[in-house]
């Protein structure tokens, strides 16, 4: 980092490239720190994605393992949580109203309720069109080793309004924030010259990176990312988002957001650290055992298929110098007796020990990497209790993880695209924020619905108690039996149009009141039950409202 300190005056006020390039500074040092890990993480699971060391465009990089299980059970884990979190083609997270509305009249939450679901559609109408689902896969595999980065910035109406990006690991250089949050955030990347002014066309280039794009458009240049949080400058938008060039020390980009453009998440975190570890990190030990012992076997397969020959000769074989390979041919001196002039070596070798080895090696990386949950497919048929045991004890060993990337990706990447289409006058959000008071994300993705079910299945056990205990009558006293439909449709996320308001029930309600009383056979206008007349004309109200 020395061409970035050298010629550095002393710092700034915060928002100019003296202050930014010593932040800079400061985080490439911390990130040392985890390079060697990180490193040997991506190079034993996923040596594709690893790119610490500036490898060659193109180049293997799996040479040393000898195996490519590890590699797709690692490829397995970013399809599975994004297919339990994030699936493709489905509404992953629903818009609702926050804690200020809780106060407001039924009737004006559910309006609210039906207004904010039509703005989710919306959203993911759009997000469907766009490049998240190719874009978040890899930042996925990211997340295994630790933490994972998205950058999203706004389109155009024409194409696409969401402009999705993966950050590779690599790149990214973090500072850590308060609480244990992450502060700013550095990316250092290179980029071919002339896609600078298409990529920023706001940016404003010095004189001598203008010349290489007109003389070498394709020559790649070096530039420096990063995202500030600094609301004292501009509280309405204090995301401050710039773009350097190191040579010059100069910024050119610099703009300011209401929301994060890059979206930094991490699987679990240590105390003290600034980035995550993850799932990757645990296997780590599992997978080099596996492949040592898979290099043993290979290497005993190949003694005993080409073998190891003992040949009678008369020269002298120095021991220090001997190195077993198959096929080779050791000479020795004749002894006498009843020996062939070229005998071949027994090899004792055990498979079956090695096989063994590789086999709880791989089911052990299975588990870490959440594989399998419900068992082989070739294993015998369960019942659908032991599934659903199984799958809530998926549910179980995920949930904290679960818990963290709702907080650190969901959250802010759903207030991110609604940012972005409240800028481009797709919605008007009418200075509304994300933020659980005014706005409320909630998560709709299978592992959420199988929490839902869950609680949805203890309230209909205790509603099946109470009657078989207390009967219809002890039911009816003891519950708010109205309010039923409207807590089962929350849980099972159906759309507040089909849920009856409660002033319509309540109509509902004195109509058969009135029919009651005035002794009317029930089922009939006048009788004890429910006036198909009020009902009909409750349900035009319903449906003109």
């Avoid at 040997?40 to 699971?45: G, I």
């Avoid at 500036?54 to 293997?60: D, K, L, M, S």
């Avoid at 999203?152 to 990006?165: A, D, M, R």
């Avoid at 290979?298 to 390979?325: C, D, E, H, R, W």
């Amino acid at each position: 980092m020395a061409e970035y300190v050298a010629t550095m005056p002393s710092a700034g006020k915060g928002d100019d490239e003296v202050t930014f390039l010593r932040d800079f500074v400061d985080a490439v040092a911390r990130r040392q720190l985890y390079e060697p890990t990180m490193y040997d993480t991506y190079r034993w699971l996923i040596p594709t994605r690893e790119n610490f060391y500036q490898p060659t465009e193109g180049q293997r990089r799996d040479e040393h393992l000898f195996e490519s299980g590890t590699q797709a059970a690692a490829i397995n884990f970013a399809n599975r949580i994004q297919s339990i979190m994030l699936p493709q083609f489905r509404n992953w997270a629903g818009l609702s109203p926050g804690t200020k509305f809780l106060s407001m009249p039924y009737e004006a939450r559910l309006q609210a309720q039906i207004q904010t679901e039509t703005v989710t559609q919306l959203m993911f109408a759009h997000l469907h069109q766009s490049n998240f689902d190719s874009e978040v896969t890899p930042s996925l595999l990211d997340l295994g080793v630790g933490t994972g980065a998205l950058l999203l910035q706004p389109g155009s109406l024409e194409t696409n309004i969401f402009q999705f990006q993966s950050v590779p690991q690599a790149e990214l250089f973090l500072q850590e924030g308060p609480y244990g949050s992450v502060g700013t955030k550095f990316r250092r990347y290179k980029m071919a010259a002339r896609n600078i002014k298409p990529t920023w066309d706001d940016a404003e280039l010095p004189e001598k990176l203008t010349k290489i794009i007109d003389a070498t458009p394709n020559q790649q240049i070096e530039l420096i990312e990063g995202i500030r949080y600094q609301p004292h400058l501009d509280e309405k938008r204090p995301y401050c988002y710039y773009v350097l060039e190191p040579t010059e020390k100069k910024f050119i980009v610099k703009r300011r957001y209401r929301t994060d453009p890059l979206i930094v998440f991490r699987w679990m975190r240590m105390p003290g650290e600034v980035y995550g570890r993850g799932p990757f990190m645990t296997a780590l030990a599992d997978v080099k055992v596996m492949n040592k012992v898979l290099e043993y076997i290979l290497q005993n397969a190949a003694m005993a298929i080409a073998g190891v020959y003992m040949v009678q000769s008369g020269t002298v074989m120095n021991p220090k110098k001997l190195k077993f390979q198959p096929g080779m041919m050791i000479p020795v001196l004749p002894t006498g007796g009843n020996h062939k002039p070229i005998e071949r070596v027994d090899n004792n070798g055990n498979f079956d020990v090695g096989q063994m080895i590789v086999k709880d090696m791989r089911e052990a990386v299975n588990n870490h990497l959440f594989n399998n949950p419900l068992g082989s497919i070739n294993d015998p048929v369960r019942s659908a209790t032991e599934i659903s045991y199984r799958q809530q004890e998926f549910a179980d060993r995920i949930g904290s993880s679960f818990g963290r990337l709702h907080f650190e990706l969901i959250q802010p990447l759903v207030a991110r695209m609604l940012d972005i289409m409240d800028q481009l006058g797709v919605i008007d959000l009418g200075g509304l924020k994300v933020n659980g008071q005014e706005l409320k994300v909630s998560v709709e993705s299978p592992i959420a619905e199988a929490q839902n079910m869950e609680e949805a299945m203890r309230i209909d056990r205790f509603m099946k108690t109470i009657l078989g205990t207390a009967g219809m009558q002890g039911l009816t006293l003891g519950t708010k039996l109205e309010d039923y439909p409207e807590i089962m449709a929350e849980l099972f996320k159906v759309t507040p149009r089909l849920v009856r308001p409660k002033s319509e029930r309540d109509q509902m309600q004195q109509d058969l009141a009135a029919g009651m009383m005035a002794g009317g056979a029930p089922g009939q206008p006048g009788g004890g039950g429910i006036d198909p007349a009020a009902l009909t004309k409750v349900a035009t109200a319903g449906v003109g409202s």
